[in-house]
């Protein structure tokens, strides 16, 4: 009987270590690839007048995926609008480098401007983002029972806490250069004295709002500005708008086939809304900042003879040359994109 020969063993150890090896120096190669893009990616922001700090990169996650850590992250656009964390981490498939999860443990803080920073804790702060070469690419930001504290010197924030806040950018597949933006807010709970406390009156609420962005290459510059101006001027605009907001077994329902911006960033359009179950809403609108309180009244008295305190009405907002109007009666100025 012929014996076997042992030259298979060898031989087969040595495609071990080829593939291994193989395989290593693309790993290798593709991690020096994302430090390469992190420090691109902020001499582009930099360049475009935003502040971006963050200590070394950590990349681990060798062999099948890639985990990047940004310690004491800073981003601020020129606007004062950014985010900071003292932890950012991100995590994607070796097999897969387009699409990357993100998570802050540590929670994070956003800037708003000149209103200041808000601190943000919850159970979990995430965000994933998918094919990331296409304008845009799909974004989903879901925080689970966040926490909202606004940060010494800084302006009071709307709400207080919340169950969910998720917020979906998705690309339209069959429609090039458009893409769903979805934004749901569950069981938020107002902040005491505010605006929103005195619309839902003093009930927690959910706030849901959909519409389909179109001109999404337009979508492009250094700063929120840039790009939304870019936007504007290429006729850009929100289409299949609907809103809706509900504290108990009251709501506030609107919808719009389609709402631009103006040159100042203000909206123009339409908005048919429904009200079922008072008039809070109105009445709160006289605490909003640049509302005219007299206008208000006077809109919530004539819904009041319309429908009662607590029956249904029909109104319809129109933005129109930077303003808020119902009806004859000038509310304020039109919500702002940018």
């Known amino acids: 009987m012929a014996r076997r020969s042992g030259c298979g063993i060898p031989a087969l150890f040595v495609l071990i270590l080829v593939v291994v090896g193989g395989w290593s120096g693309y790993w290798w190669y593709l991690s020096n690839q994302i430090r390469s893009q992190l420090t691109a990616t902020g001499a582009r922001l930099e360049a475009a007048g935003w502040t971006v700090d963050h200590a070394e990169p950590r990349i681990a996650g060798w062999p099948f995926r890639f985990h990047v850590t940004l310690n004491d992250l800073t981003v601020t656009g020129p606007s004062g609008h950014g985010v900071r964390t003292a932890s950012l981490e991100a995590e994607a498939n070796a097999y897969g480098i387009d699409h990357w999860v993100l998570v802050a443990p540590e929670g994070l803080e956003l800037g708003r401007g000149s209103k200041g920073w808000v601190s943000v804790q919850g159970f979990a702060l995430r965000a994933s983002a998918t094919d990331l070469l296409q304008r845009p690419p799909r974004l989903i930001v879901e925080f689970v029972q966040p926490r909202f504290v606004p940060t010494e010197g800084s302006q009071p924030f709307p709400i207080t806490?919340?169950?969910?806040?998720?917020?979906?950018?998705?690309?339209?597949?069959?429609?090039?250069?458009?893409?769903?933006?979805?934004?749901?807010?569950?069981?938020?709970?107002?902040?005491?004295?505010?605006?929103?406390?005195?619309?839902?009156?003093?009930?927690?609420?959910?706030?849901?709002?959909?519409?389909?962005?179109?001109?999404?290459?337009?979508?492009?510059?250094?700063?929120?500005?840039?790009?939304?101006?870019?936007?504007?001027?290429?006729?850009?605009?929100?289409?299949?708008?609907?809103?809706?907001?509900?504290?108990?077994?009251?709501?506030?329902?609107?919808?719009?086939?389609r709402l631009t911006a103006d040159a100042n960033g203000r909206i123009q359009g339409s908005l048919a809304t429904e009200l079922r179950g008072g008039t809070a809403p109105l009445a709160g609108l006289a605490q909003a900042p640049g509302v005219d309180p007299r206008a208000a009244a006077a809109v919530t008295l004539g819904a009041q003879l319309t429908s009662g305190f607590r029956g249904e009405t029909e109104l319809t907002l129109n933005f129109t040359n930077g303003r808020t109007v119902i009806g004859p009666v000038s509310l304020g100025p039109a919500p702002r994109l940018y």
């Open 161 to 257: 806490q919340a169950e969910r806040l998720i917020i979906n950018l998705v690309p339209q597949p069959d429609q090039p250069n458009q893409a769903g933006l979805l934004f749901d807010l569950t069981n938020a709970t107002p902040r005491p004295g505010g605006v929103l406390a005195s619309m839902s009156e003093q009930r927690p609420f959910d706030l849901s709002a959909e519409a389909v962005i179109d001109h999404t290459e337009a979508l492009s510059g250094g700063t929120w500005r840039q790009a939304l101006t870019g936007w504007s001027q290429a006729q850009g605009a929100l289409t299949e708008v609907r809103l809706e907001a509900t504290a108990g077994e009251d709501f506030v329902r609107g919808q719009s086939p």
